[in-house]
């Protein structure tokens, strides 16, 4: 299956979501198989424990789902291809006790939210279980949409998942969603032109910016380097992986720290890349589909792009680069490690709060993250998320981009926070600004930093 959906998705909501989430709270499922939905304060420090080096709460509500029976329904979210229908499949051939009804869920990724919030905010006991974006935890939990995964389950059952990935599903210290299929990005290069020009593949950005600057002034290439640069939320992914390389975040014990050296350094490299000439000067308006064409036209010696880029690059109807492209871990500056960090993307498992089978929703989602439902997603050009099956060599046959997934360092976006689309914005908005010169590099941080702050505190739109 061929699913390019955007991995990192939209994150503005029609005002009727929004109106949807704040009927949401407050309604809340006690019944004896149901799942807790209600709010909760953050645990106390005694009651944590380290996962992967993620401090959770302790399980609060252990649910022995060994022996669960009966029916439920399942949101998913696949666009094309027979995967959901497979899974359940095998699934159902595993458990015979337990039935999974499929639910279509809508291929547009804010259509498909407002449906769930309407549904779950009414008061609905299904689905039991769906599929949503890896930046929705948060936003959800808050507002009493999904149940806290991590009071059901063993702490131990977060430790399958390959580092990075439970923090993202993390908010006020309990894990609201378990990591389904993961997305992230790469870096694709023009093997043949690093073979004519005898250099390597580049593990920093700055090596990269050499190299790229130096086949195109002895007319290898026209451009150097090509990534998502429009005021959009792609370019908060392509941001946080350089602010990340510095040694920063965006946020820090809950407060907005971009206006520090290592955003200062993050940013300046990127705009640097357009003054330099590395990078096309309309990179400022590329979002994936206009960068990824300037590589596979054959006009770029290297691309960010996610792991689609990798077929698509390979498809003799659109590409022009077939056979001359290889794909390698993002770089990292000079001094931070041998390789870069990498935004997460994809979709993750959720738990309604209102379900009236919760042991057979566990149980579900226990199987939707084991070796062989993973394997089954990984046959079918989905990005597996749990170590048993992502750094199995084996993984190389469905594709070389899998092959690299134990050299990937995730890293997530500033999503543990309801708030996150206004976080979101201010990001991308005020680092575009600074990509298209409009405001010095140091401004456009300050600027970015008193409205994330300002969303942080609540006295912002949200963004929705």
């Given at each position: 299956?061929?699913?390019?959906?955007?991995?990192?998705t939209s994150v503005a909501l029609a005002s009727s979501a929004a109106a949807a989430l704040v009927v949401g709270c407050g309604q809340t499922s006690n019944t004896g198989s149901g799942a807790n939905g209600s709010a909760s304060t953050s645990p106390?420090?005694?009651?944590?424990?380290?996962?992967?080096?993620?401090?959770?709460?302790?399980?609060?509500?252990?649910?022995?789902?060994?022996?669960?029976?009966?029916?439920?329904?399942?949101?998913?979210?696949?666009?094309?291809?027979?995967?959901?229908?497979?899974?359940?499949?095998?699934?159902?051939?595993?458990?015979?006790?337990?039935?999974?009804?499929?639910?279509?869920?809508?291929?547009?990724?804010?259509?498909?939210?407002?449906?769930?919030?309407?549904?779950?905010?009414?008061?609905?006991?299904?689905?039991?279980?769906?599929?949503?974006?890896?930046?929705?935890?948060?936003q959800f939990a808050h507002s009493q949409l999904a149940a806290p995964l991590s009071d059901y389950l063993p702490a131990s059952f977060w430790t399958r998942f390959s580092n990075g990935l439970v923090a993202g599903a993390t908010y006020d210290g309990?894990?609201?969603?378990?990591?389904?299929?993961?997305?992230?990005?790469?870096?694709?290069?023009?093997?043949?032109?690093?073979?004519?020009?005898?250099?390597?593949?580049?593990?920093?950005?700055?090596?990269?910016?050499?190299?790229?600057?130096?086949?195109?002034?002895?007319?290898?290439?026209?451009?150097?380097?090509?990534?998502?640069?429009?005021?959009?939320?792609?370019?908060?992914?392509?941001?946080?992986?350089?602010?990340?390389?510095?040694?920063?975040?965006?946020?820090?014990?809950?407060?907005?720290?971009?206006?520090?050296?290592?955003?200062?350094?993050?940013?300046?490299?990127?705009?640097?890349?357009?003054?330099?000439?590395?990078?096309?000067?309309?990179?400022?308006?590329?979002?994936?589909?206009?960068?990824?064409?300037?590589?596979?036209?054959?006009?770029?010696?290297?691309?960010?792009?996610?792991?689609?880029?990798?077929?698509?690059?390979?498809?003799?109807?659109?590409?022009?680069?077939?056979?001359?492209?290889?794909?390698?871990?993002?770089?990292?500056?000079?001094?931070?490690?041998?390789?870069?960090?990498?935004?997460?993307?994809?979709?993750?498992?959720?738990?309604?709060?209102?379900?009236?089978?919760?042991?057979?929703?566990?149980?579900?989602?226990?199987?939707?993250?084991?070796?062989?439902?993973?394997?089954?997603?990984?046959?079918?050009?989905?990005?597996?998320?749990?170590?048993?099956?992502?750094?199995?060599?084996?993984?190389?046959?469905?594709?070389?981009?899998?092959?690299?997934?134990?050299?990937?360092?995730?890293?997530?976006?500033?999503?543990?926070?309801?708030?996150?689309?206004?976080?979101?914005?201010?990001?991308?908005?005020?680092?575009?600004?600074?990509?298209?010169?409009?405001?010095?590099?140091?401004?456009?941080?300050?600027?970015?930093?008193?409205?994330?702050?300002?969303?942080?505190?609540?006295?912002?739109?949200?963004?929705?």
């Amino acid at each position: 299956m061929k699913n390019k959906v955007k991995r990192w998705t939209s994150v503005a909501l029609a005002s009727s979501a929004a109106a949807a989430l704040v009927v949401g709270c407050g309604q809340t499922s006690n019944t004896g198989s149901g799942a807790n939905g209600s709010a909760s304060t953050s645990p106390s420090s005694a009651d944590m424990v380290n996962v992967a080096g993620v401090q959770i709460a302790k399980p609060t509500h252990l649910v022995n789902y060994k022996n669960a029976s009966g029916t439920i329904v399942w949101a998913e979210s696949f666009t094309t291809g027979s995967t959901a229908s497979e899974l359940v499949s095998a699934f159902e051939k595993k458990f015979p006790k337990i039935k999974v009804k499929l639910q279509v869920q809508p291929s547009n990724t804010d259509t498909n939210r407002a449906d769930l919030t309407a549904s779950i905010s009414g008061g609905s006991p299904t689905p039991d279980v769906y599929m949503g974006d890896v930046i929705w935890p948060a936003q959800f939990a808050h507002s009493q949409l999904a149940a806290p995964l991590s009071d059901y389950l063993p702490a131990s059952f977060w430790t399958r998942f390959s580092n990075g990935l439970v923090a993202g599903a993390t908010y006020d210290g309990k894990v609201y969603a378990a990591p389904l299929f993961a997305d992230t990005a790469f870096l694709y290069y023009r093997k043949d032109l690093l073979a004519k020009y005898h250099l390597p593949v580049p593990k920093t950005w700055q090596q990269l910016q050499q190299e790229a600057s130096y086949i195109v002034k002895h007319g290898g290439a026209k451009y150097g380097f090509a990534w998502q640069g429009a005021d959009y939320e792609g370019l908060t992914c392509d941001f946080n992986e350089y602010l990340a390389d510095a040694g920063g975040s965006v946020l820090t014990n809950g407060k907005a720290t971009l206006d520090t050296p290592a955003a200062k350094q993050a940013l300046s490299f990127m705009r640097g890349l357009i003054t330099s000439g590395v990078t096309p000067q309309a990179v400022d308006t590329f979002q994936e589909p206009q960068s990824e064409n300037v590589f596979t036209q054959g006009n770029a010696v290297f691309l960010r792009n996610w792991s689609y880029a990798w077929a698509d690059s390979q498809d003799p109807q659109s590409s022009k680069v077939v056979g001359k492209v290889g794909v390698a871990p993002l770089p990292t500056f000079a001094g931070h490690g041998s390789s870069g960090y990498s935004t997460v993307g994809g979709w993750d498992l959720y738990l309604n709060p209102h379900t009236k089978n919760l042991a057979a929703a566990l149980q579900f989602i226990d199987w939707m993250t084991s070796p062989q439902a993973q394997e089954i997603l990984a046959a079918n050009s989905e990005m597996p998320t749990i170590k048993a099956v992502a750094d199995s060599p084996s993984l190389a046959k469905y594709s070389p981009v899998f092959a690299l997934l134990p050299k990937v360092k995730f890293v997530s976006r500033p999503s543990q926070t309801p708030n996150y689309p206004a976080v979101s914005k201010a990001i991308y908005d005020n680092v575009n600004a600074a990509l298209a010169g409009s405001v010095p590099v140091a401004q456009a941080l300050k600027d970015a930093n008193q409205q994330i702050q300002k969303a942080l505190s609540g006295s912002g739109s949200g963004g929705l």
